[in-house]
């Protein structure tokens, strides 16, 4: 008997471009939004280099934010739903070998990151 496809679980990687505050209240970074896309190549010029820079700038009400580039890794299906969300983050200029719980990063992503940013 075959599975149904909304039973079958599935990876699903996509890189997030995260602007980040400092929330006073609780003492600690808060992430304001998330930007994501499947490819780097995906986001606007500029925005990855600002990402990697972590270029902090000053909101129209004053509060200092900065961005920041990582890779999310979700697994899931259909009928469960999400079963398991990691974050890699990318730290002067390099993507992690595994992600913040444990699970590894594929190797292409790595490559994706040099090759779009003329690291080796």
């Known amino acids: 008997m075959s599975r149904h496809p909304d039973d079958m679980r599935r990876t ?5 471009i ?3 505050y400092w ?6 970074q808060d992430i304001e939004d998330s930007n994501y896309w499947d490819k780097l190549s995906d986001y606007q010029p500029g925005e990855v280099a600002d990402a990697l ?11 200092e934010v900065f961005t920041r580039l990582c ?6 299906c259909e009928a469960e739903g ?5 974050y890699a983050y990318v730290v002067d200029g390099v993507l992690p070998e595994t992600f913040d719980e444990g699970a ?6 790595r490559k994706e990151l040099a090759k ?3 690291t080796p």
């Open 12 to 16: 699903h990687y996509e890189w997030a």
């Open 18 to 20: 995260e602007t980040v």
């Open 23 to 28: 929330d006073e209240d609780e003492g600690m």
């Open 53 to 63: 820079a972590q270029k902090r700038f000053v909101r129209e009400d004053g509060i």
């Open 71 to 76: 890779l999310k890794r979700d697994v899931g």
């Open 82 to 86: 999400l079963e398991d969300r990691q």
């Open 104 to 109: 590894k990063v594929p190797a292409r992503f």
């Open 116 to 118: 779009f940013t003329g």
